[in-house]
């Protein structure tokens, strides 16, 4: 019997190759500025994502907190961008601080006087939250329900924190860095080919590591735990390692996003820790198919991509087609645009293999046929 070619290894990495591939040359082919830095924001929520898959589809981990490391690391990666149009004689305090009647510059903010020192804590942070965070429910054996509530639970009040500290915040205003992120001597124009080449670069790199990552024997048990965790407890396996091993991973993933989207749109606010936003997250990865790490990044063009052409003209009623989306794809589609391209091309393997009743006694009839 022919297999089916979605699950071809090879197959797979020449498509995943193929893609990125064609990513890259979009800049050759797209001539307005504001629709390439819009296609790079596609590429950092497909990294949003990707994360989902990593947790929910690989894990089986409904995270809806993910929004938490994107938003600390958008945070720390606004402090940094701000900081260095800071001087540290002339103007040390933004000017968001002084409208609050800050004096001095809060010790929060001193370490990103230092761009290293900023990106470090932008992606260190929330990856070190996710860990312990992670450590203290899959310990305790949280699970199913319990962790998407516990997850929504705690970015509801890195919200809070957000919008309420307005004074180190900018609170609902967010942080808009006056000029574009300089590293290694260059400034990233979000709006030139350079900005889109390094979020892609940073997607394919995290797409791989992720794809690799499942065909190893620790994906495998993850995958393993994912279907059976108390089979897995009982073959001896440290359930709840994996788990905190995944959900930090998913943290990282969401924090690279994070520092990216800010370099992107040069803001972030506390709209980043909406619960809307993590949930939108979910839906992405859902109807491309979770269990695809190149199907969910799809899905989060897919849905964005719509938006971006019918949001203006169906306003809060997208939010009505994309939920009613979400059930249909549920309800019909439980993998996802992925998950029908597996059952479409299943259908031609079987198809394209020979009836059993065209063999007798080991030999095929119709191939005996052709050959006289």
């Not at 933004?94 to 370490?111: C, G, H, K």
Request: charged share 10%; glycine share 10%.
């Amino acid at each position: 019997m022919s297999k089916n070619l979605y699950h071809n290894r090879s197959a797979q990495w020449l498509v995943y190759l193929v893609v990125f591939a064609a990513l890259a040359f979009l800049p050759t082919m797209v001539e307005n500025a504001f629709t390439l830095n819009l296609f790079g924001r596609f590429i950092v929520l497909g990294m949003l994502a990707l994360s989902v898959s990593l947790v929910w589809g690989t894990g089986g981990i409904l995270s809806l907190g993910q929004g938490i490391a994107f938003g600390l690391a958008a945070y720390g990666m606004g402090m940094t961008m701000q900081m260095q149009s800071q001087d540290a004689e002339s103007n040390p305090i933004p000017s968001f601080m002084l409208t609050n009647e800050l004096t001095e510059l809060p010790a929060l903010w001193e370490p990103f006087w230092s761009t290293p020192m900023g990106l470090t804590l932008a992606l260190l942070v929330p990856t070190l939250f996710f860990a312990l965070f992670g450590l203290l429910m899959f310990q305790a054996r949280v699970a199913g329900v319990f962790v998407a509530i516990m997850t929504l639970a705690m970015l509801s009040a890195w919200y809070s924190m957000a919008f309420d500290l307005q004074p180190f915040t900018g609170g609902f205003n967010g942080i808009s860095p006056p000029a574009p992120l300089q590293i290694f001597g260059h400034s990233i124009d979000p709006y030139g080919p350079l900005a889109y080449w390094i979020v892609l670069a940073f997607l394919a790199a995290l797409t791989f590591a992720v794809k690799l990552l499942l065909q190893t024997k620790f994906g495998l048990i993850v995958q393993a735990i994912r279907d059976d965790p108390e089979r897995a407890r009982f073959l001896g396996y440290s359930v709840s390692f994996y788990q905190v091993v995944v959900f930090s991973l998913s943290g990282l993933i969401a924090a690279i996003a994070g520092v990216l989207w800010v370099m992107m749109v040069q803001f972030v606010s506390p709209t980043l820790l909406e619960v809307a936003f993590s949930v939108s997250m979910v839906i992405w990865a859902a109807v491309g198919g979770r269990l695809s790490p190149l199907g969910a990044i799809f899905g989060a063009f897919f849905v964005n991509g719509v938006q971006s052409f019918l949001g203006d003209e169906l306003l809060y009623l997208f939010l009505l087609v994309l939920g009613g989306l979400f059930i249909l794809i549920v309800r019909f589609l439980p993998n996802g645009l992925s998950g029908l391209l597996e059952m479409l091309l299943g259908k031609l393997a079987e198809a394209r293999a020979p009836h059993p009743a065209a063999k007798k006694d080991g030999v095929d009839l119709a191939s005996a046929r052709s050959a006289s």
